[in-house]
């Protein structure tokens, strides 16, 4: 099994176009070998929506181009391959349509059904690694699993561009499964008008929050901004080559650009090899400020020579 498909239908965890016990299903997925990724969307999309269904998008190993072309998200992390050893892919998918605040309504429900899917996972098998990967309000959701989950429940959370406040993020890893995971902030000055936006139309835990797309201080976090071309360097040193940003604002370029799945893949399937405290030690410790990649002059073309220019 490549890829499970489970939807979260309010607190409670569901197969995807089965009726089946899904609790069957988790105690057969649970025995075999490799991580656990669990991979949840974000804002707009909604199961079994004909428009807008994760897993017919993002999540299915060949996407439909709808609403637009998109990378498959199991493939580019290593599923589907035939390899005996390549894990589980568990494409969590929740109602994240309506307005911004309903959808992040929806998602602390979405994240209580989350728990309940690694809890079972853990339970069977408790030494298998199990890893999130979220973009936007998925992070959201990943950050509420967290509080109902005992310590060591899940390795690492990657986090793409999310949409979530940075105590939310803070409270969340002040948990007992908070404490032992391990948080990649993946940000990109592109997402400002988003975290702008996010910022402007839900409501802070704290007045003038920012959102984590600003960065976070914590033990166990590390936040790594894809639009730097210093922090692209470092990565492509580290045998992570992701290639250069071509637009000032985009929501999605956190898995959309070329080699950022890739990352992500070694992320989980390698951490021995690219630890958080190492990156920390090699990134830069500063984050661009926020607009500064909207209003920055356009790269000027290099000169040419003369009789290139008759």
């Known amino acids: 099994m490549a890829v499970l498909r489970i939807n979260a239908v309010g607190e409670t965890p569901h197969l995807h176009g089965s009726p089946a016990s899904i609790d069957t299903v988790l105690d057969q997925a649970a025995q075999g070998s490799g991580p656990v990724v669990l991979m949840v969307h974000g804002f707009k999309y909604q199961p079994y929506s004909r428009k807008h269904c994760p897993h017919r998008h993002i999540f299915s ?78 992070a959201e959701v990943a950050f509420e699993a967290l509080h109902h989950l005992p310590e060591n429940a899940v390795d690492r959370i990657l986090s793409l561009t999310g949409a979530s406040y ?8 002040e948990t007992p499964a908070g404490r032992s995971v391990e948080l990649f902030n993946v940000t990109s000055r592109e997402n400002d008008p988003y975290d702008y936006l996010f910022e402007l139309l839900t409501r802070a835990p704290k007045r003038g929050e920012r959102a984590i797309g600003q960065g976070l201080a914590a033990r ?41 799945l890739g990352f992500y893949k070694k992320l989980m399937r390698k951490p021995a090899d ?13 984050l661009d400020t926020r607009w500064s990649r909207i209003f920055a002059p356009r790269p000027q073309p290099e000169p040419r020579p003369l009789w290139q220019q008759l």
């Open 274 to 286: 690219l630890p958080l405290a190492v990156l920390r030690q090699e990134l830069p410790e500063q």
């Open 61 to 138: 190993l060949d996407p439909d181009h709808m609403p637009w072309k998109s990378p498959s998200w199991p493939r580019q992390l290593g599923f589907g391959l035939g390899h005996a050893d390549e894990g589980l892919a568990i494409a969590f998918g929740w109602r994240a349509r309506g307005t911004l605040q309903q959808a992040q309504g929806r998602a602390i429900q979405a994240g209580r059904a989350m728990a309940k899917v690694i809890a079972h996972l853990q339970q069977k098998n408790p030494t298998r690694p199990i890893h999130i990967i979220g973009h936007s309000l998925g």
């Open 220 to 260: 166990n976090a590390l936040t790594l901004q894809i639009d730097c071309l210093e922090t692209l360097a470092t990565l492509a040193r580290n045998g992570s080559s992701i290639a250069k940003p071509q637009r000032r604002i985009c929501h999605w370029s956190s898995y959309t650009r070329a080699g950022t």
């Open 166 to 173: 940075q105590s939310r993020a803070l409270r969340a890893l």
